[in-house]
């Protein structure tokens, strides 16, 4: 726990290659930029299995802030009630040429734009897996707010089996800033006002989306949205912050092959996938024999 006038109130990396953190816990960090964690020009960086809790950014990037980096990797961390008076409560990525996200749990972060994740990146990134729930934004993006440079460099975006729920305060789930080229496959979208924003000179593409709850409409904008295999209902979550699904949820069987074996568990998926990061797998009923007494 430290706070400082800077970058990285937790731990800043420049110019560090090949580095993995592993199994750490990032708590009550404050600084300017990167309240928990803080990169810069640094190649191969992963950042696996850890919890990056209740940090505060004076600017951007309240839980990691990430920039001028060559690969990034993020799987299978929790980072939540983090917050930033800019951009990016949970996670701000920039400038940064290879970022993949998997099976990340981003929840209750809390900026200005991009309460849960802020992208703004010329390079091509994933996002694979992941929860983005309960993230707030004053101005836009209150789960999600994905942009780029130019239309000469855009920013292309492949997000793969995602649950983006109950984002409240601007009212907008995911936001599509300028320059941005996005498809999107088998995404349970829940519990906003508008579920996606595709703002002119962008584009979506969604596929097998399970939409959801979604107030004023599911998706708006002045940009191209193309969506196709479109499906309602409750996607039946666990509830009380738990996003897994339970039985009878509309997201069960209901996607398309997109290339994920596992889900954020890493539990198996199955030829007909599961909508949103969790597969709720197969449910085994046992009958016992009735033997009547005589």
Known sequence: VQSVGGSGGGLN???SDDVTLSGNTVLSNTASYGGGLYLS??????????????NTAGGSGGGLYATQAVTLTLMGNTIHHN???????????????VVDLQANRIQ???????????????????????????NKATGTGDGLWIGGYSPVTMTVGLLRHNTIADNGNSGVGVYVGMYASLRFSNTIVAGHDVGIT???????????????????ANWG??????????ITGSPAFVGGG???????????????????????????RYASPDIGADELGLQWSIYLPLVLRQ
């Open 83 to 97: 917050a930033a008076t800019a951009i990016g409560g949970g996670i701000v990525v920039t400038y940064t040429s």
């Open 198 to 216: 595709v703002t002119a000179s962008s584009s979506a593409v969604l596929s097998y989306t399970l939409w959801y709850s979604n107030v004023v």
């Open 41 to 54: 020009d640094s190649d191969d960086v992963t950042l696996s299995g850890n919890t990056v809790l209740s």
């Open 242 to 268: 738990d996003y897994h699904i339970t039985t009878g949820s509309a997201a069960i069987d209901a996607g398309v092959d997109a290339g994920v074996v596992t889900d954020i568990d890493g539990e198996g």
């Open 108 to 134: 209750s972060n809390d900026a200005t734009d991009g309460g849960g994740l802020y992208v703004f990146s010329r390079a091509p990134f994933t996002l694979t897996n992941n929860i983005v729930a309960q």
């Open 221 to 230: 904008g002045a940009g191209v949205i193309i969506h196709s295999g479109d």
């Open 13 to 15: 990396l420049y110019d």
